[in-house]
Each structure stands twice: as C-alpha cells, then as structure tokens.
C-alpha cells in the first residue's frame, strides 16, 4: 500500500516556475514508477512524465518535455515535478501516481494522490 499526497500547487503569472513535490508513504517506494498526471476542467486527465524506481529512466509526454523535468529522492520517499516557463494552458489539477510498470496510461497506475491546484494567469 502507498499513500500520496502532492504539495506546492499554487497560483503563478504566465512564464513563471513552481515545483510540484509528492510524499509517499510505505517502505517500497523505489519499487515503483512515479508519475504525473493532470486534468485541466473539462479534459481528460493527462500524463505529463513518469520516473523509474531508481530515477535513470524518465519519460515525458512530447508537449512538456522541454519545459518539466521529474526527479525523486528515494531516501526522503519523494518525487518533483519541476514547472518552468508555465503557460496558461498548464493549468490544471497536478496528480501523482505509482504503479510497477512505465506506463503512460492512467489505468496502469494503482495509487494516486487527490491532487494539487496549479493556475496560471496572465
């Protein structure tokens, strides 16, 4: 069992930065792929990225892999999302997800966290 709750969601002015963090809960945490998803209103939720358990291996969604980048520190049971050159499109509600596959579809994920609000305005 995992628990996950994302943290650092905020409101940011277009062309700004924010770090997204995510704490996970349970002693396997390296066991699993990390990733994020995001659901703007509307739309289907999104996969941005995903990391491996021991952090040598990210894929990101084609559209942010230029803008976000993924870590983790698996001693502190934590993975980032880091957001630069935001856009008011990113806005959205952040989710961090764990599962045992690299995967860029929701169902392969088994755990999730309820979410942060990021808002970009301009």
């Known amino acids: 069992q995992v628990q996950l709750v994302e943290s650092g969601g905020g409101l940011v002015q277009a062309g700004g930065s924010l770090r997204l963090s995510c704490a996970a809960s349970?002693?396997?945490?390296?066991?699993?792929?990390m990733a994020w998803f995001r659901q703007a209103p509307g739309k289907e939720r999104e996969f941005v990225g995903v990391?491996?358990?021991?952090?040598?291996?990210?894929n990101y969604a084609y559209s942010m892999n230029d803008r976000f980048t993924i870590s983790r520190d698996n001693a502190k049971n934590m993975v980032y999302l880091q957001m630069n050159s935001l856009k008011i499109e990113d806005t959205a509600v952040y989710y961090c997800?764990?599962?045992?596959?690299?995967?860029?579809?929701?169902?392969?994920?088994?755990?999730w966290g309820q979410g942060t609000q990021v808002t970009v305005s301009s």
């Open positions: 997800a764990a599962g045992p596959r690299i995967a860029t579809v929701r169902y392969e994920y088994d755990y």
């Open positions: 349970g002693r396997t945490f390296s066991a699993y792929y």
């Open positions: 990391i491996s358990g021991s952090g040598r291996s990210i």
